[in-house]
């Protein structure tokens, strides 16, 4: 399968709740609670970005390999157990995943005007004076292509390698019955 890894969302829960002003205090990260409810911490290697809730809940983005997100949670874990916060046990995290965003290259050059008439009408959208990029809904599994002249995609919305992997031929093959009347030609 030809795709690339381009971001990761995932999410877990350190503890039952964290007081954010103590951890912006202690670990001197800026937190603007009037701007955003959630205090961001960055990690440099991995580069991922964790944002800190005071649910105890963390959101991690950016990665673009599942163990960086394990990585990078595990060195936030490890700075606030340093300062003695109460966590979780980190062997009880549960770390999720919530969004895969993938790169693809269909290999041709498309017509997006011809393909949008191609598809189905209640599950593609464009508008090209708002968004250059032909956008198709897919169910099972359900996932967003953002589709380019180029015949470069980006994916997004799956919560597995799968789910990628199944949206990915299933595109292919809904392309394949009429691809040579949407590329566009040298």
């Known amino acids: 399968m030809t795709y690339k890894v381009v971001n990761m969302v995932a999410s877990t829960r350190l503890t039952q709740s964290i007081d ?8 001197g990260i800026d937190y603007e609670q009037e701007q955003f409810p959630g205090m961001v911490y960055r990690v ?11 649910s105890g809940r963390c959101v991690a983005a950016g990665a673009k390999d599942i163990n960086h997100v394990h990585e990078a949670v595990k060195i936030l874990y490890d700075d606030l157990a340093a300062h003695d916060f109460e966590l979780w046990p980190f062997d009880a995290i549960d770390i999720m995943l919530q969004n895969i965003v993938v790169t693809h290259n269909i290999g041709v050059g498309l017509d997006l005007e011809r393909l949008v008439i191609s598809l189905p009408f209640e599950h593609s959208e464009y508008e090209p004076e708002q968004f250059p990029g032909l956008i198709y809904h ?4 359900d996932v967003v292509f953002l589709i380019f002249a180029s015949g470069k995609c980006v994916i997004s ?4 390698f799968e789910d990628v992997e199944a949206a990915i031929k299933k595109v292919d093959a809904e392309f394949a019955e009429f691809l040579e009347f949407v ?3 040298s």
Request: aromatic share 4%; proline share 7%; charged share 25%.
């Open 157 to 160: 919305g799956s919560k597995t």
């Open 44 to 54: 440099a290697t991995p580069k991922v970005c964790l944002l800190l809730f005071r």
């Open 183 to 185: 590329t566009v030609s």
């Open 138 to 141: 897919i169910k099972d599994p």
């Open 20 to 27: 954010l002003n103590e951890v912006s205090d202690i670990l």
